[in-house]
């Protein structure tokens, strides 16, 4: 058996420029379209809720007002994602589960 031409410690490199390169390529499908149905969240008129206490039955009223799919309750300092919903509704709410102010996405 013959020595490699190629030195150890470049033979060490090798796995991490694959890790490197496997990093960049991305193997994830497209999301499918937010409101498959056409349902788009019009968040405007539901100001009139803030300050309202938190409870399934305002959530059924914002939802069905909104024309939102989907409701996300947001409790004082909830991290959310970047992710731009057309189909849902969030209503932030404050320190005490009141209504802090309602949007969409």
Known sequence: MGK?????????LIPLSLLAIAAC???ARP???ANPE???CTAVQL???????RSTELGQRIKAES????LRWLPKGT???MEYREDRVNVRLDENGRVEAINCG
Not at 47 to 53: A, E, I
Not at 67 to 70: C, L, V
């Open 79 to 81: 991290i959310t994602t």
């Open 4 to 12: 490699s031409s190629i030195p150890s410690a470049a033979l060490g």
């Open 31 to 33: 999301l499918p379209p």
């Open 67 to 70: 024309g939102a799919r989907t």
């Open 47 to 53: 100001n009139r809720y803030k300050g309202q206490p």
């Open 25 to 27: 390529s991305t193997s």
């Open 38 to 40: 056409g349902a788009m």
